[in-house]
């Protein structure tokens, strides 16, 4: 009993949906042909090629597919194009920024240049690193309300090839992704005409009763047990 009844509570937490990065949740990502895959949410389309990088995950970091990223690896180079809603720019570069001083993708990593810089028509914040022969950039830029981040590690050798890259994501992204983006961003709120339920302790209390009445019986037909009213 204590263990059905757990389970239902983490079924019901929000953090239990929130654990390990999924590849190809069918509610945020569809496939397309050639290889290429399309998020949902956004309209961004990430293909299955761009240049000598081939296209080797699509990560959702949240159950509703709004963190997501695409990953391409190349000779030497791993680029990766995060897209999340509702993160503040500031902040969020930052955090990318100590993440990357504390990784492990370029031990050492030493900051050589920050500041903005022009990619696919949008204005970047980006800082670039590097450890000895190799380099690793991150941009960030706002994107009617979601921030685009493109995460990049390489030999300073392919820095040509790299930023092609780069700007061929940008403009995947321009294509597929800002007309939905913006055309959200430009949406009213939602007129919301109900009213709030009254008696909150009595109806959390129903609400808790119904999801564990509801894993209860789910856990009897699993075990071949009656039900019981």
């Given at each position: 009993?204590?263990g059905?009844?757990?389970?239902a509570?983490?079924a ?31 309209g961004l389309?990430?293909?299955?090629a761009?240049?000598?990088f ?12 709004l963190?997501?990223?695409c990953?391409?690896?190349g ?51 980006r ?35 790299v ?23 430009r949406?009213p ?12 302790k ?28």
């Open positions: 009993m204590r059905l009844i757990l389970a509570l983490l019901a937490s929000p953090a239990a949906a929130q654990q390990m990065p999924q590849q190809h949740a069918e509610s945020i990502w569809r496939k397309l042909e050639g290889g290429a895959v399309e998020h949902l949410q956004s389309q990430c293909p299955a761009m240049g000598p081939r296209l080797h995950d699509n990560t959702n970091y949240d159950a509703f597919g963190d997501v990223s990953g391409w690896n000779p030497g180079t791993a680029v990766t194009a995060y897209l999340r809603r509702g993160l503040p720019l500031e902040a969020g570069f930052e955090n990318a920024k100590q993440a990357l001083e504390q990784g492990r993708a370029l031990p050492g990593a030493r900051l050589l240049r920050e500041g903005r810089a022009e990619l696919g028509g949008l204005t970047w914040k800082a670039q690193y590097a450890a000895g022969d190799r380099r690793s950039d991150i941009w960030m830029a706002d994107q009617h309300g979601w921030t685009l981040k493109y995460r990049v590690t390489y030999p300073e050798a392919q820095a040509a090839a930023r092609q890259a780069l700007d061929a994501v940008a403009a995947q992204v321009r294509r597929t992704a800002e007309p939905r983006l913006a055309a959200c961003a949406a709120p939602p007129q919301r005409t109900g009213r709030p339920a009254r008696g909150g009595a109806s959390d209390a129903g609400l808790m009763g119904a999801l564990l009445g509801g894993a209860l019986a789910a856990g009897a037909a699993q075990s071949g047990a009656p039900v019981r009213p």
